[in-house]
């Protein structure tokens, strides 16, 4: 079934973390669609994202979000918050937590965490820090009253370009552990930005909505970059999951890195838990917003290399 957003000018939409590139895409569809955005960002904020936010035509916002009135002043009247933020237990859980606080407080109904992720619902707390953050705010939401709805989009597929060590161009192979055949979720940034927008606009969403760009196996993305390079690529098993979840752990143990967001075993953990298959996004709801032209692996992998 197909759904279509309210496009009506006097929709007013508050986004978080319109700084970052999903926050800056949701920002810019919503404003294409004819929304009224209000972009806040921490008070005293030196981003170069922000005079390109203001040209765009967003209203752009300092707060302290550790003031829940002033935040709340800020958002009073909106039809929906849209979370773009990212980081650990300091945003994820305690900037999320303040400004739900406040969204709730202003009287607005709806709430889009920032989630965009694999399905972490249906994962075992312990086998990825960043998505235990997501499912420890969930509960925080859920107990809030507020109508919710989180964004699951797999594996951003832009990440394939580099900074996820599955394609790798100069061995012309396709890196994988477990089973080559265990179908994976991938969407692009754009994409999911598009889809957030659609559905910030949409006033009867249900509490999770899942989309993929493509649902490819690590075959798939073989035959993808080969297309895509022109070069015959190949698959290559590296090991078992058990063999990458000891990676994991040493990898962890050698450079920890805690503080930072990304570091290379939690990429690790996002892999092992993709292919397990637990986190398979299903059903899809990529059909309820007509409209969007999902961007594939290949085309992704193919702009990758401009």
Request: charged residues 20%.
């Amino acid at each position: 079934m197909d759904f279509k957003t309210d496009t009506n000018a006097t929709n007013f939409i508050v986004v978080a973390g319109a700084t970052g590139q999903l926050g800056g895409r949701i920002t810019h569809y919503l404003l294409q669609k004819g929304a009224r955005v209000k972009a806040i960002i921490r008070k005293g904020s030196s981003n170069p994202s922000v005079k390109s936010l203001r040209a765009t035509g967003a209203e752009v916002v300092e707060v302290d979000f550790a003031n829940i009135p002033e935040l709340a002043s800020a958002i009073t009247g909106a039809s929906c918050v849209v979370s773009a933020l990212s980081g650990l237990r300091e945003v994820i859980i305690n900037a999320q937590t303040e400004l739900l606080q406040a969204t709730v407080w202003a009287g607005v109904t709806r709430f889009i965490p920032s989630d965009y992720s694999i399905d972490y619902t249906r994962l075992q707390p312990g086998s990825n820090r960043n998505l235990d953050l997501r499912r420890e705010f969930s509960e925080v939401v859920d107990k809030s009253g507020i109508q919710a709805t989180s964004i699951l989009n797999g594996m951003f597929t832009d990440l394939l370009t580099g900074e996820a060590p599955l394609i790798v161009p100069a061995l012309k192979k396709v890196m994988y552990w477990g089973d080559a055949d265990q179908p994976l979720d991938f969407t692009t940034i754009e994409n999911t930005a598009e889809y957030t927008a659609a559905a910030a606009l949409d006033s009867g969403t249900p509490r999770y909505l899942r989309i993929a760009g493509e649902v490819a196996s690590i075959k798939d993305l073989a035959r993808a970059a080969t297309e895509a390079h022109g070069k015959a690529f190949g698959t290559f098993r590296v090991g078992g999951l058990g063999m990458l979840g000891t990676m994991i752990k040493l990898t962890r143990t050698i450079a920890p890195q805690e503080q930072e967001t990304f570091p290379a075993w939690q990429g690790m953990q996002y892999m092992h838990n993709m292919f397990t298959g637990l986190p398979k996004l299903n059903p899809l709801d990529n059909n309820r917003y007509p409209g969007i032209r999902w961007i594939s692996v290949k085309d992704m992998l193919k702009k990758g290399k401009q």
